[in-house]
């Protein structure tokens, strides 16, 4: 019997070798985006058949399977199908009842998927929501609550969702914006926090609420992204877990063993407003803060109740430190800089994707940073104090130019 996964190629390789080789095996397939030589090199001993797909979220379910079949692929063999990425929750869904598969279904996941279904479900067991309503059906543009976000019913990575301040800026900007299958949210103030983690056997086994230093979309938008993991002494701690907890074992229909990610607004009466929740983990190096901060690989440990049937950790975690993740995003225009990369004792993981003398594009999506920093620290404080020196060195060390003359090499790479 074989396993098929349904991956992007960001996320099947950040998966470490030694944990894809224990619950991959040669019989499993994997579809995933188009892969470098050394990639499916590196990927061929864990799966019998890799399907690469360009324009890969592109392709429904049917086409899909269609591409096992065309492979030589048996369907009959296939008895689970995991899905790692947001764009695939859906498709795996369709998949399993295609196949007859045990696992969640299409009435299920699309709750995780479509923002209004979401709050919709969520306002009935009482969660407080940022209510949306179809931005298709909005008859009188001139009368909404301003300021208003404005996003895709399904979105991922942040793409394509703004932030309307004014009648007179949906004015300037509405020529831009295709409101079909978008939606409309209030803006809603306060404090951006995020939990990740992973349920298994349908309880709580992993919990990792973390603050957001700055947000997704001012992120996309230009400005600098900072995220850290809550110490257990923080005031907003057990709220955040056991509001949380009540989401996932008692609100949505939560599989039985599943990676999540929820997003939620803090006022300062620290009430707890839902934005948004899915039953995958984010993405930009989340794990490694999850794991800096727990000391537990969730990825390992969903696979390993996915394969095992059981708990890899069979206590909830505690904290032992903070982990961090800052992200600096490029700007339109051409890079200048030759200064040294930044450094710090702290600092787990540093990645750059700056050149001097190259253009850039602004962001599109949350995923798209140009410096890429994972961090520890032994508190919070300490935390947003890596994060600023890293934004005062940045500010100094790039200079953006619209123009194309010659400039110094950079020493970042």
Same mark, same amino acid.
């Given at each position: 019997?074989?396993?098929?996964?349904?991956?992007?190629?960001?996320?099947?390789?950040?998966?470490?070798?030694?944990?894809?080789?224990?619950?991959?095996?040669?019989?499993?397939?994997?579809?995933?985006?188009?892969?470098?030589?050394?990639?499916?090199?590196?990927?061929?001993?864990?799966?019998?058949? *890799?399907?690469?797909?360009?324009?890969?979220? @592109?392709?429904?379910?049917?086409?899909?399977?269609?591409?096992?079949?065309?492979?030589?692929?048996?369907?009959?063999? *296939?008895?689970?199908?995991?899905?790692?990425?947001?764009?695939?929750?859906?498709?795996?869904?369709?998949?399993?009842?295609?196949?007859?598969?045990?696992?969640?279904?299409?009435?299920?996941?699309?709750?995780?998927?479509?923002?209004?279904?979401?709050?919709?479900?969520?306002?009935?067991?009482?969660?407080?929501?940022?209510?949306?309503?179809?931005?298709?059906?909005?008859?009188?543009?001139?009368?909404?609550?301003?300021?208003?976000?404005?996003?895709?019913?399904?979105?991922?990575?942040?793409?394509?969702?703004?932030?309307?301040?004014?009648?007179?800026?949906?004015?300037?900007?509405?020529?831009?914006?295709?409101?079909?299958?978008?939606?409309?949210?209030?803006?809603?103030?306060?404090?951006?926090?995020?939990?990740?983690?992973?349920?298994?056997?349908?309880?709580?086994?992993?919990?990792?609420?973390?603050?957001?230093?700055?947000?997704?979309?001012?992120?996309?938008?230009?400005?600098?992204?900072? @995220?850290?993991?809550?110490?257990?002494?923080?005031?907003?701690?057990?709220?955040?877990?056991?509001?949380?907890?009540?989401?996932?074992?008692?609100?949505?229909?939560?599989?039985?063993?599943?990676?999540?990610?929820?997003?939620?607004?803090?006022?300062?009466?620290?009430?707890?407003?839902?934005?948004?929740?899915?039953?995958?983990?984010?993405?930009?190096?989340?794990?490694?803060?999850?794991?800096?901060?727990?000391?537990?690989?969730?990825?390992?440990?969903?696979?390993?109740?996915?394969?095992?049937?059981?708990?890899?950790?069979?206590?909830?975690?505690?904290?032992?430190?903070?982990?961090?993740?800052?992200?600096?995003?490029?700007?339109?225009?051409?890079?200048?800089?030759?200064?040294?990369?930044?450094?710090?004792?702290? *600092?787990?993981?540093?990645?750059?994707?700056?050149?001097?003398?190259?253009?850039?594009?602004?962001?599109?999506?949350?995923?798209?940073?140009?410096?890429?920093?994972?961090?520890?620290?032994?508190?919070?404080?300490?935390?947003?104090?890596?994060?600023?020196?890293?934004?005062?060195?940045?500010?100094?060390?790039?200079?953006?130019?619209?123009?194309?003359?010659?400039?110094?090499?950079?020493?970042?790479?």
């Amino acid at each position: 019997m074989s396993s098929l996964i349904l991956s992007s190629k960001k996320f099947i390789l950040s998966i470490q070798p030694h944990i894809r080789e224990t619950y991959f095996y040669g019989d499993s397939i994997l579809i995933t985006e188009p892969l470098s030589a050394k990639n499916r090199s590196e990927l061929a001993a864990q799966f019998s058949q *890799i399907i690469e797909l360009d324009q890969y979220f @592109s392709h429904t379910a049917p086409e899909l399977l269609q591409r096992i079949t065309g492979g030589g692929g048996l369907l009959s063999a *296939i008895e689970r199908v995991i899905a790692f990425s947001e764009g695939d929750i859906l498709r795996a869904a369709e998949i399993r009842e295609t196949l007859g598969i045990p696992g969640q279904r299409y009435d299920q996941a699309i709750l995780f998927r479509d923002k209004i279904l979401m709050k919709q479900h969520a306002a009935r067991y009482g969660v407080i929501t940022a209510m949306p309503q179809d931005a298709n059906q909005v008859g009188n543009w001139k009368a909404l609550p301003y300021p208003i976000v404005i996003k895709p019913t399904a979105g991922r990575g942040s793409q394509h969702t703004l932030k309307v301040l004014s009648y007179a800026h949906w004015l300037e900007m509405r020529s831009e914006i295709d409101p079909t299958d978008m939606i409309i949210e209030p803006f809603i103030e306060g404090e951006v926090f995020h939990v990740d983690g992973l349920i298994v056997n349908g309880k709580l086994s992993v919990c990792s609420p973390a603050k957001y230093v700055g947000n997704c979309m001012d992120f996309v938008g230009g400005q600098c992204l900072g @995220s850290y993991t809550l110490s257990e002494s923080n005031p907003l701690y057990r709220p955040l877990t056991e509001f949380s907890r009540y989401l996932l074992e008692h609100v949505f229909p939560t599989p039985e063993h599943s990676l999540f990610h929820i997003e939620c607004f803090v006022g300062k009466d620290h009430q707890i407003t839902l934005c948004e929740i899915a039953c995958r983990l984010g993405g930009n190096d989340l794990v490694t803060e999850v794991e800096l901060a727990y000391g537990v690989n969730v990825v390992e440990a969903y696979l390993h109740a996915i394969f095992r049937s059981e708990a890899l950790c069979p206590k909830p975690q505690s904290p032992v430190q903070v982990g961090g993740r800052f992200q600096l995003p490029p700007q339109s225009g051409q890079l200048k800089c030759s200064h040294t990369p930044f450094r710090h004792e702290n *600092i787990v993981k540093y990645h750059s994707r700056a050149v001097s003398g190259k253009n850039y594009n602004a962001m599109a999506m949350s995923n798209d940073a140009l410096i890429h920093v994972v961090a520890k620290a032994d508190g919070e404080m300490n935390m947003e104090k890596l994060f600023f020196d890293i934004e005062q060195w940045a500010a100094k060390a790039f200079i953006w130019s619209k123009n194309t003359e010659e400039v110094t090499p950079c020493m970042l790479n």
